[in-house]
């Protein structure tokens, strides 16, 4: 492999072009504006820093919160304690990081736009806004607008979300979390540095009406939109036929991140599964004796066994976890009134947001929980209503 070429230098871009170059593979990643602040909340989970300790172990500004309020109406609102920090950047300074790290890696940086790319005898030709660029083989890392049509994902309106929000000059060190009643998705706030991410994401409403959903929920927690900056971009969303036919990768080509829809169809979550997808996509590549079919198929069988399956499955969740009912209320207003009297529950939801427990055994572990976790919910209940408070804190 003499040359690859990384379109989009994103999470997932970045991460393919630090991978390559660091094997000694001569890389090439092209971008149209390099860092820049993608709208996105920036938040990064245990999950992908665990795996990817830089993520969290660096000079670049974040912060690093744990208290976190998960309101869902009727039921109110419930403060959690997060056992491992949700980290939060802005996206200037974490693609930025993420592009420095590829550039120290040997990986050659341009500022420009890929206009289109065309099949060759032996490799790809590019052609951007500066000219033409040969290579051997390409990484599509071009984002959910991905305007390359003959590669990455291909997805029909459903297989997509709104995510949009204001980048608010206020400061807060917890994290809001609201669930809409009705709606396919949530409002998040999120603190950074010298800022709020304030935004909403969701499935099924048009973009004007989740806006309106968000503004009236600034409105009420006295959020002003005054010097806000608003922002707005689409989200793959992938239903659960999408997953099984996503197109990922082909003769000379994969797409990683975005561009092949790699995100979790609940939470919304994409960076760390777009790095994951760039540093497999470049794993792929570098596969030793095997033609440029072999190393599509290999890269679809990584990123299956690794994430893409579970998120598969997860996608059949979504509309039960957001709109779903369970005894006598819906699930996320059932949800806040667990978090307040389970202790089991609220170990799980620490595992949930952490990014640790996968979709695919949820089911399994909420049943295997479920007497105990109704008996904690009674006991607490009688607790509650039958010893006053300041006899339990004598007890
Ligand atoms: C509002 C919102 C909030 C979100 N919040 C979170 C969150 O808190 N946590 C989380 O994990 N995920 C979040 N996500 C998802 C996350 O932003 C994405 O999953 C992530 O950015 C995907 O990374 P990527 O590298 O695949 O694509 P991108 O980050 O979109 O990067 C694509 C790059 O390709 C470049 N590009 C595109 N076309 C061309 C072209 N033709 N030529 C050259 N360059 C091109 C762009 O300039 C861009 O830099 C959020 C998304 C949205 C919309």
Not at 31 to 36: C, G, V
Not at 110 to 123: A, I, M, P, S
Not at 142 to 148: D, E, F, I, Q, S
Request: hydrophobic residues 40%; aromatic residues 10%; proline residues 5%.
């Amino acid at each position: 492999m003499k040359q690859v070429a990384i379109l989009g230098g994103g999470p997932a871009g970045a991460m393919a072009a630090e991978r390559l170059a660091r094997s000694g593979v001569r890389a090439v990643l092209l971008d149209e504006k390099l860092a820049w602040e993608k709208p996105c909340g920036g938040g990064i989970t245990y999950k992908a820093y665990q795996q990817y300790p830089f993520l969290r172990d660096n000079d670049t500004p974040k912060k690093v919160v744990t208290d976190t309020f998960l309101d869902a109406p009727p039921a109110g609102s419930v403060k959690m304690r997060l056992a491992e920090p949700l980290l939060i950047y802005s996206r200037y300074d974490l693609n930025r990081m993420l592009l420095e790290r590829a550039e120290r890696a040997g990986a050659q940086l341009e500022k420009t736009r890929v206009l289109d790319l065309e099949r060759r005898d032996c490799g790809w030709r590019l052609r951007t806004r500066h000219g033409t660029i040969d290579a051997d083989f390409c990484v599509v890392a071009t984002g959910a607008r991905n305007p390359l049509r003959a590669v990455g994902t291909e997805w029909t309106a459903s297989d997509t979300m709104y995510a949009l929000g204001y980048y608010v000059p206020n400061e807060q060190n917890h994290i809001d979390i609201q669930f809409p009643p009705g709606l396919e998705g949530y409002i998040w706030v999120f603190p950074r540095n010298g800022h709020l991410s304030v935004g909403i994401c969701g499935k099924g409403e048009p973009a004007s009406a989740l806006r309106a959903r968000l503004e009236r929920y600034m409105e009420e927690r006295g959020i002003s939109r005054k010097d806000a900056k608003f922002y707005g971009h689409v989200l793959p969303s992938l239903e659960n036929p999408a997953w099984r036919r996503n197109r990922v990768s082909g003769e000379g080509w994969i797409a990683a991140g975005d561009a092949a829809g790699l995100v979790d169809p609940i939470t919304g979550e994409g960076l760390y599964y777009a790095i994951r997808s760039g540093d497999l996509a470049g794993e792929a590549i570098l596969t030793e004796h095997s033609s440029l079919v072999e190393k599509a198929r290999a890269y679809r069988a990584m990123i299956e066994r690794d994430f893409a399956a579970d998120l598969a499955f997860g996608a059949t969740l979504a509309k039960h976890v957001f709109l779903g009912r369970f005894l006598f209320g819906t699930v996320p207003a059932q949800m806040v009134r667990f978090l307040r009297r389970s202790p089991r529950f609220y170990n799980l939801m620490q595992d949930l947001l952490a990014g640790t427990q996968p979709y695919g055994t949820l089911k399994g572990r909420l049943f295997r929980n479920l007497n105990g976790t109704l008996h904690e919910i009674v006991m607490n209940f009688f607790l509650h209503r039958l010893i006053p408070r300041e006899n339990r804190a004598a007890g």
